[in-house]
């Protein structure tokens, strides 16, 4: 799944390098967003060159967001940069493995996948090529045939809190304490 603005800042040149060669892959991929006319254009010749993988939306619709997001598998997230990022959050409580480019938020909030271990939330790529994203897919259509380790991953995410209950607990600790050093 993607759902994103489309925009070179997103990542989709990459995407655009290895699209031919991800329809090769035992893949559906299922994109929602509308952005900049060349990757509009992009998308919409993807889905028209395979029509039987690759299904594209260019519109915003926040209620088919949800359901592409909660209905995949993986969610493509190869942001050339991204200060914080709410889709790889989305797609950890609804149970979706994120891969995305380890920048910024995304390599805050997603851990790499260690199947012996069984620890991890994603799948991350460092150095922002093609052939690096590709390796990241790969990895997770990879992991994605061994269902018990799928599962856990799943779990793994889902666990994650990333609210603000914890952080501001620790912000008023902070205040309590400021507050108790000056009286």
């Known amino acids: 799944g993607i759902i994103s603005r489309f925009a070179s800042q997103k990542g989709f040149d990459l995407v655009e390098q290895i699209a031919d060669r991800l329809a090769e892959r035992e ?3 299922v994109a929602l967003g509308t952005g900049e006319p060349h990757y509009e254009r992009f998308f919409r010749e993807w889905a028209f060159r395979h029509p039987t993988q690759v299904a594209v939306q260019i519109r915003y619709d926040d209620g088919l967001a949800h359901k592409v997001e909660a209905g995949s598998d993986i969610f493509l997230m190869p942001s050339r940069y991204e200060p914080c990022g ?3 959050i989305y797609s950890l409580k ?3 493995v994120p891969v995305v480019h ?3 938020g995304l390599d805050d909030t997603i ?6 271990q069984g620890t991890g939330t994603g799948f991350k790529f460092e150095g922002f090529t093609a052939e690096k994203l590709l390796s990241a897919i790969d990895r ?3 992991a994605f045939q061994y269902k018990e380790a799928w ?3 799943m779990r793994n995410g889902m666990a994650r809190n990333y609210s603000w209950e914890q952080p501001a607990r620790d912000y008023a600790a902070v205040y309590q304490e400021a507050a108790s050093r000056r009286a």
């Open 94 to 96: 609804y149970g979706t």
């Open 111 to 116: 851990e790499e996948f260690r199947p012996a």
């Open 86 to 88: 709410l889709n790889q």
């Open 102 to 104: 380890a920048t910024g």
């Open 27 to 29: 893949v559906a991929v």
């Open 151 to 153: 599962k856990r991953l």
């Open 140 to 142: 997770s259509l990879m």
